[in-house]
């Protein structure tokens, strides 16, 4: 919106000039989301504590402590993220960039599959919420509206290439499939930080990690000086995706002052259905999908530990680890909750510290 109204004005004056930057307006959109949280978060929080009388159910069939360490903790909190996050791209992105309106839809589709999850988890008083089934073909759906709509606008010499890390001559044109493929990492994505979702704290750093590096690589991928240098792929407009990720930092900090152990509100399906599919959509438009399996690794190790989990006991009736997700498996062992959520910060640093560093290696 700023953008759009100092424009006119950006050759006269010095001040008005500073909105056309992108480094500017990621600052702002950062303090604008973190501030927000601040302010409204306590409100949020009690609201939310009224209408939700017995917080969030806890699973029956998992860790015993959470039942007297978790229970009453209101769920929704990720409505505070996405409240801000909007309210901050709306004052701060370059609202003519199509690439701000489809991951828009992207924080309000999913993040409404994620709402209706948890409202019915609170209604019913159980952990189940939408089925399976119903979720996935609504996961689904979105996803392919966003990504066909992508594709609309996306660089037509680009727009179904799958670029490798490391190698920069390794490219692959997978044509029409590249739609299935965009999906999976979309929704992919999206379960995989939900499932990591288990912890107090635990996925909001990896969000943050995951989206602060994400906004670097969109400010690379965004000026072709840096492209030609570096050889990635030059996507004309990816740089306002900088400020996407500025805001879901900012946010997501604001989310975790409330988040911290011992939680006073969780993150819920609201949040993290949302968050997963826009760290998907961020990693389509810059084109560094793969990139993200390594960034966002730890989100990686959480599904396959489900997965694994999941097919080892259909065929062969034993389980692979005490419990999963794999946070899950740690807490039955006997470690901390807090050791196991800053072990898991640790790793998402050193992922990304190597994700970043394949942007020179090549």
């Known amino acids: 919106m700023l953008y759009s109204i100092f424009a006119p004005y950006f050759s006269d004056h010095a001040f008005f000039n500073l909105f056309r930057y992108i480094s500017f307006r990621s600052g702002g959109a950062f303090f604008t989301s973190l501030l927000i949280c601040f302010a409204f978060g306590p409100t ?21 402590s959470h039942i007297a360490t978790k229970k ?4 929704m909190g990720g409505i505070m993220i996405i409240f801000s996050m909007l309210f901050s791209l709306l004052i701060w992105t370059d609202l003519t960039n199509p690439y701000v309106w489809i991951v828009m839809f992207v924080i309000i589709s ?21 089925s399976g089934k119903k979720k996935l073909f609504f ?6 509206i966003a990504i066909i709509w992508l594709r609309s606008v996306s660089p037509s010499e680009i727009d179904d290439k799958l ?13 029409w499939f590249y739609i299935p493929f965009a999906i999976v990492v979309m929704v992919g994505t999206s379960n995989a930080v939900n499932l990591t979702d288990g912890l107090d704290g635990l996925a909001t750093i990896p969000i943050m990690i995951v989206a602060a590096s994400f906004a670097f690589i969109s400010y690379l991928v965004g000026n072709i000086v840096y492209t030609n ?5 030059y996507v004309e407009g990816a740089g306002e995706m900088t400020i996407i990720g500025s805001s879901i930092v900012g946010a997501s900090l604001g989310f975790l002052w409330y988040n911290a152990p011992p939680a006073k509100i969780f993150m819920g399906d609201t949040g993290s259905l949302s968050l997963g599919a826009l760290i998907g959509m961020v990693s389509l438009i810059t084109k ?25 006991f259909k065929l062969t009736g034993k389980r692979v680890f ?17 050791t196991i959520v800053i072990r898991f910060w640790i790793i998402s640093i050193i992922l990304a510290i190597i994700g970043l560093a394949t942007l020179k290696v090549r």
């Open 288 to 312: 560094n999908e793969i990139n993200l399996a390594i960034i966002g690794g730890i989100f990686v190790i959480e599904a396959l530990s489900v997965i694994v989990q999941v097919y080892s």
């Open 72 to 75: 009453g903790t209101p769920t």
């Open 163 to 175: 670029f490798f890390p490391i190698f920069k001559e390794l490219v692959f044109d997978l044509g």
């Open 229 to 233: 240098y570096l050889h990635l792929p």
């Open 110 to 130: 999913f993040g409404l599959i994620g709402f209706a999850d948890d409202y019915l988890k609170l209604t019913k008083r159980n952990s189940k919420g939408v």
């Open 44 to 64: 949020i929080i009690s609201f939310l504590k009224s209408k939700q009388k017995q917080g969030q159910p806890i699973r029956s069939d998992g860790p015993q």
């Open 139 to 144: 996961q689904i759906l979105f996803a392919s």
């Open 322 to 338: 005490r419990m999963a997700p794999i946070h899950h498996h740690y807490e039955q062992k006997g470690w901390p909750e807090a």
